[in-house]
């Protein structure tokens, strides 16, 4: 098929003109678009990084300090309790300190969850399930990545929980569990997580639908200002067209149509110096001489 040529000169530059500015309004939109869910991707990944490190030296504290410490005094018959359960599990201890951390950073999430777990608050919900399985699959020990839930698109890190022989304490069989803990969460089954394989993940999530909004609201501003910027000089050109060439021209055309006529009395009166101003002088001559003409046929 064959488009029709346009027969106006107007079209002839409008078209291209709008062509190239819709071109143009979209690429920059698109490209504020993704560089704007980019920055904010990075500004997330930062910001997780610090919570992380707070969270990976909270834990580490717990296991390196506080749990041998503990079982020392325990073991001295200290106490006369069997077991201090938030001081001794990481996992509460780094909960604990998180939810003051995302109180301050605001819609950060952590959640420490697993497969057979004994707190059931820590059971994964079926994203945080697939991500597990994702780690599992892949032998992988953490990832990064935009997921959707219930609520909405979500910026994840995770990372894979590997117990490792002393998790096995309180989260092997029953049989081997201290009292307090059985006392306390009542496990219905043995949570029989295996050394060196994949259990769980400690997540951190952010919601990310209000950034991808912002990102698409700003990718729109962006393409429209381009695009109006383009708007602006098909009708500045049009404008000027039709000032300079368009409206001398068609009373040239009318002119031309009086002297076929034969009504050769009345002067073109276009003045200006331009090109159309020269064809109208030449205009002019002819019609001073074709006056001329007539008036001695007279
Ligand atoms: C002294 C007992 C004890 C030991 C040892 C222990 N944990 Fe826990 N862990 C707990 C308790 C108690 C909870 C439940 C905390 C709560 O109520 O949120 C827990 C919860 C968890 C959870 C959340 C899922 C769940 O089961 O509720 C993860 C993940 C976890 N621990 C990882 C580990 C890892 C990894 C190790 C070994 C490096 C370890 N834990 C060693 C007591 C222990």
Same mark, same amino acid.
């Given at each position: 098929?064959?488009?029709?040529?346009?027969?106006?000169?107007?079209?002839?530059?409008?078209?291209?003109?709008?062509?190239?500015?819709?071109?143009?309004?979209?690429?920059?939109?698109?490209?504020?678009?993704?560089?704007?869910?980019?920055?904010?991707?990075?500004?997330?990944?930062?910001?997780?990084?610090?919570?992380?490190?707070?969270?990976?030296?909270?834990?580490?504290?717990?296991?390196?300090?506080?749990?041998?410490?503990?079982?020392?005094?325990?073991?001295?018959?200290?106490?006369?309790?069997?077991?201090? %359960?938030?001081?001794?599990?990481?996992?509460?201890?780094?909960? !604990? &300190? +998180?939810?003051?951390?995302?109180?301050? @950073?605001?819609?950060?999430?952590?959640?420490?969850?697993?497969?057979?777990?004994?707190?059931?608050?820590?059971?994964?919900?079926?994203?945080?399930?697939?991500?597990?399985?994702?780690?599992?699959?892949?032998?992988?020990?953490?990832?990064?990545?935009?997921?959707?839930?219930?609520?909405?698109?979500?910026?994840?890190?995770?990372?894979?929980?590997?117990?490792?022989?002393?998790?096995?304490?309180?989260?092997?069989?029953?049989?081997?569990?201290?009292?307090?803990?059985?006392?306390?969460?009542?496990?219905?089954?043995?949570?029989?997580?295996?050394?060196?394989?994949?259990?769980?993940?400690?997540?951190?999530?952010?919601?990310?639908?209000?950034?991808?909004?912002?990102?698409? %609201?700003?990718?729109?501003?962006?393409?429209?200002?381009?695009? !109006? &910027? +383009?708007?602006?000089?098909?009708?500045? @050109?049009?404008?000027?067209?039709?000032?300079?060439?368009?409206?001398?021209?068609?009373?040239?055309?009318?002119?031309?149509?009086?002297?076929?006529?034969?009504?050769?009395?009345?002067?073109?009166?276009?003045?200006?110096?331009?090109?159309?101003?020269?064809?109208?002088?030449?205009?002019?001559?002819?019609?001073?001489?074709?006056?001329?003409?007539?008036?001695?046929?007279?």
């Amino acid at each position: 098929m064959r488009l029709p040529k346009p027969k106006s000169i107007r079209w002839k530059v409008a078209i291209p003109i709008v062509f190239i500015g819709l071109v143009s309004g979209l690429s920059v939109g698109l490209y504020s678009y993704y560089s704007e869910i980019n920055q904010a991707k990075r500004n997330v990944e930062d910001q997780i990084r610090v919570a992380m490190a707070f969270t990976k030296a909270s834990r580490e504290y717990v296991r390196g300090i506080l749990r041998p410490k503990i079982g020392e005094l325990l073991a001295s018959g200290c106490g006369g309790v069997d077991f201090v %359960l938030e001081a001794q599990s990481s996992s509460f201890f780094t909960a !604990s &300190i +998180f939810k003051d951390v995302s109180e301050r @950073l605001g819609s950060f999430k952590l959640r420490q969850v697993a497969f057979n777990p004994l707190n059931p608050k820590d059971e994964p919900s079926e994203m945080e399930a697939k991500v597990i399985n994702f780690l599992k699959a892949t032998n992988s020990k953490e990832y990064t990545g935009i997921v959707e839930d219930t609520t909405g698109k979500q910026f994840v890190y995770a990372s894979a929980v590997i117990p490792d022989a002393g998790c096995l304490a309180c989260h092997g069989k029953r049989e081997s569990m201290p009292k307090a803990l059985l006392e306390r969460y009542k496990p219905q089954y043995d949570p029989n997580w295996e050394v060196g394989k994949v259990v769980g993940a400690v997540m951190v999530t952010v919601p990310f639908d209000a950034v991808l909004a912002k990102a698409q %609201l700003s990718g729109l501003v962006k393409g429209l200002v381009v695009f !109006s &910027i +383009f708007l602006g000089i098909i009708l500045f @050109l049009i404008a000027a067209l039709n000032y300079l060439v368009f409206e001398p021209i068609s009373k040239l055309e009318h002119k031309a149509e009086e002297i076929a006529k034969g009504n050769v009395d009345e002067p073109v009166d276009i003045t200006s110096e331009d090109e159309i101003g020269r064809l109208a002088q030449a205009f002019e001559r002819m019609r001073v001489s074709i006056k001329k003409v007539m008036d001695l046929l007279k």
